[in-house]
């Protein structure tokens, strides 16, 4: 009840700041998530939830507010809830900004403190059957002020860890936990470099849970020297916890010291691209922060399932990566990734060595097509070993319409013991209209046996198999439909991996934008 | 199997649920009225971009995308294509990068990769991702003079550059002689 007065007086603050007879409207975005069907091999095959999610948006000249509505009910009646999850309200005026409210910001490249939510993504808390929309934000108040010299940026409010849904507080699980305080001073001496400072500390009642600082310096040499066509963009941060300015001074990177170093450079010519980075992260999981991990980010089914996520308690390593363009023929991407890190049984080692091949990157073709290989191991998983490798393809056979396919191949040893993947996926496509989809996916991976025969010596392969509609019913409107069996597992969008329950169905999903 | 007990929903929830349901029909019969949030960003190059003073110039494409999405990487040639052919006649592109912390390092070899010319914003706090309701990448954004946003283009299917086209070109045409240099101006 006291988050729903708030939100209103929020709004109602928004609209008296509102200049009268200014241009000012309210937007509208809506996504309605509607599933039948359950978690394979559970009951009720049938069982029926709906999600749905809206946001309203009042826009006027210096600013805007506005609130978010989430629900979610099911035909089992259980955890079900129905209350506005986010309001705001913010103005900004030349350089000067602030907000109150729900709130996202980042402090250096996130070491410190980054919040932020995953566009698009609908999640089911684990362990609990709710489902939520994730957002790391921050309830509180956040101010900005840029100046031609610098900027200064300040921020207070409970963090939420995304991690549960609003019918989890029923549960126990509490949203908004504790009191942050942070900000971040940054001087831009010349046009391409900065250096700056950030701070954050995490209190809850009378004890301080988490204080960290970050010092760093982003500058291009080579530009700064007058070169020209040719760059070197640099970003050196280090970060200490529970350290004096004295201790973060002297630059210690042991394990044992709470501390995250963060390095990354780019080497920029012409066509070809190079970027190196370099972590060393120790005890240094703050629960609002979010380092680099340095793995590379896949957009294939197979490879995105399998990206490692960082331990910021305890990992090193590094992620180099080179682009090459080749004029009206294509492009070639390598990438190298290591990361190590200790279990209680020893070292662990997360590594990946990848290569892309894509052609023709240019506008007005007829087809394109891409190709990868990936091996390496993941030691933090039990992944002893792994090849992956597929293409896609996508032809343009008439005017508006296209037609892609695209297959992946995954080999891999988990703790001694072999097993495959293997992914299918034909995709007819029509512009301004939709598209229509199938999936086909075989594993005998141990870990997605049924259930009922995992008494057999062997692993039986499963199969899932799904169709895929969308369609874009107005410009305003896009309707999904999944119809069949799809994977869970590890899933990853903008940076962030999380777990996706698998499922067994129809899903329909409506969104809408006005 | 039970029925969804809607009507059980707080009074609160079943009045913004039907404000929704009953707006969007209307709302996606009339034409484009959405103001586009008003922002301030700087570039990778250092430039300030105000969409403010681009609107001054003629329309404003937003073209939201990321480093990990393999439709943007098929996409945004296309979106190159279109700043060659009409930014000599006004319209300004501008590429909002979404990646965070974890991919801000390989955003410009990402652009240099595909030879983009127009200005590249990283929004990594995501405040212009939060402003804009982007919920997919790419996501595409074209804004008139007056600031409206006159259509949005969520995910891409080859072809669907053709009817961004159109509407660029009936911007263009009404706002014939706003023309003048932009940021990340093409070289001929």
Known sequence: MRRRARALALLVAALSLAPAGGAAQIA???????????????????????????????????????????????????????????????????GLGARVGNLYTILGRGLVHRSFELPGVVLEQVGLRSRYSPSRDVDGAFAEGRWRLGSLRLLAGRPNSGEFSPAGEEAGFVRYSGFLTGGQAVLTPVRQAKIGATYSRLSDGGSVLHEAGSGFVEFDPLRIAGARGVSAPLYLEYARREASFSDWWRFETDDGTGHALYLAGNFLWGPLGLSAEWKDYADFRLGTNDPPSLVREHAPALLNRNTHVLNAGLEEGHQIEASLAFPRWGSAIVNWSRSDGRFASGPVRFEERYAELHTPPRAGAHWEASAFFAEGEDEFVGIDERDLYGAAATVIFAKGYSVTLDAQRQEATRLGQDFDDTYLGLTLARSEWGSAGAVWERTNDPEQEDPEKADDAAIDPRHFFGAIFQVRLTERHEASLFYGERRGGRACTAGTCYEVLPFKGAELRLMTAF | MSLIRLRRAHPVARALLAAAVL?????????????????????EEGRAIE????????????????????????????????????????????????????????????????????????????????RFQVRAVPTAVLIDTSGVIVRTNQGYRPGDEDALRDAIRALISDTSGAAGAGPGEPAE
């Open chain 2, 23 to 43: 707006c969007a029909p209307a709302a996606s019969l009339g034409a484009g009225s959405t103001p586009a949030p008003a922002f301030r960003a700087v570039d």
């Open chain 2, 51 to 130: 969409l403010a003073e681009l609107l001054g110039r003629g329309p404003v494409l937003l073209d939201f995308w990321s480093t990990w999405c393999k439709p943007c990487a098929i996409a945004m040639p296309e979106i190159e294509a279109i700043h060659r052919e009409f930014s000599p006649k006004g319209l300004t592109v501008v590429g909002i990068s979404i990646d965070g912390p974890r991919n801000h390092a390989k955003v410009r070899p990402f652009v240099a990769r595909l030879g983009l010319t127009y200005p590249i914003v990283v929004d990594a706090d995501g405040s212009l991702q939060q």
């Open chain 1, 28 to 94: 509208v975005t809506n996504l309605l998530d509607v599933q039948n069907g359950n978690v394979p091999f559970s009951e009720p095959s049938d069982r029926v939830d709906l999600y749905n999610r809206l946001d309203l948006d009042y826009r006027f000249a210096s600013g805007q507010a506005g609130l978010r509505f989430e629900t979610n009910r099911n035909s089992e009646d259980e955890l079900t809830y129905a209350e506005i999850t986010h309001r705001y309200a913010e103005w900004s005026d030349g």
